[in-house]
């Protein structure tokens, strides 16, 4: 059974760091791919970063590029998200999630394509 469990959440000034981590078991295969998302309040959920299973290939959105980073130790079977230079904008729960990797190997970004979530993590990001 697939379980992840998120720490690391907190609150934090603008420009500030904080990193997320998210444990999880039953995540053997590289045919997945651990991701985050993010929520805002009533936003839709938003799609932000994903790294394959025990690979190295990541994948960042746009309004995170150069800012935050990916990155696992899966040994530990650990997934982090190194968080800098925080905005007031990146304010939301934030989601791990594991899903199959597209045909072709890339990771998906649709929450639909994600099977397993964490419970959320709370970033809140003062002006």
């Known amino acids: 059974q697939v379980q992840l469990v998120e720490s690391g959440g907190g609150s934090v000034q603008t420009g500030g760091s904080l990193r997320l981590s998210c444990a999880h078991v039953?995540?053997?295969?590289?045919?997945?791919?651990l991701g985050w998302f993010r929520q805002a309040g009533g936003k839709e959920r938003e799609w932000v970063a994903a790294i394959v299973n025990a690979g190295f290939n990541t994948y960042y959105a746009d309004s995170v590029k150069g800012r935050f980073t990916i990155s696992q130790e899966y040994a530990k079977r650990i997934l982090y998200l190194q968080m800098n230079s925080l905005k007031p904008e990146d304010t939301a729960m934030f989601y791990c999630?594991?899903?199959?990797?597209?045909?072709?190997?890339?990771?998906?970004?649709?929450?639909?394509?994600?099977?397993?979530w964490g419970q959320g993590s709370q970033v809140t990001v003062s002006s």
């Open positions: 999630a594991a899903g199959l990797r597209r045909f072709g190997g890339s990771c998906p970004t649709r929450p639909d394509d994600f099977n397993v």
């Open positions: 039953g995540v053997t295969s590289g045919n997945y791919c």
